[in-house]
């Protein structure tokens, strides 16, 4: 029992890994501190430039019961759970998850460059 209480009483340390890897059946989401910075096709291996989930924050998920209900969970998303991106007028909802993983050394340095951001549309003014 002695080794349950130290163990607890060491507090935790900070997460210092900056990359995950949410895989859906069909596709994997890039984070690198917070921030999707790719998005990738399983089947092809395709990076995906104009992915509307691209330097986008999760907002937090969603679980999908059988019976109809949708549970939202605000905290870090799991397994079986779908990606909610929130921006602008635009929210982006994804498949339930497959995995949560860390992305090798080799992928992450296979990144694509992102293209520049579209400037946002001015309202014209008489």
Avoid at 60 to 77: C, M, Y
Avoid at 104 to 125: D, G, M, N, S
Wanted: net charge positive; proline share 8%; aromatic share 8%.
């Amino acid at each position: 029992m002695q080794a349950a209480e130290s163990k607890s009483s060491v507090p935790q340390q900070p997460e210092r890994r900056r990359h995950r890897v949410y895989v859906t059946r069909n596709t994997e989401y890039h984070f690198r501190d917070g921030f999707c910075v790719a998005v990738r096709d399983r089947k092809t291996g395709d990076f995906l430039l104009g992915h509307l989930a691209l330097r986008r924050r999760i907002q937090g998920s969603l679980r999908f019961h059988k019976n109809g209900a949708i549970v939202p969970n605000a905290g870090e998303p799991e397994a079986g759970e779908a990606l909610f991106f929130a921006q602008g007028e635009r929210d982006l909802v994804t498949s339930p998850l497959q995995a949560i993983e860390r992305p090798t050394k080799e992928l992450v340095e296979a990144y694509p460059e992102l293209p520049a951001p579209k400037p946002k549309k001015r309202a014209r003014t008489a």
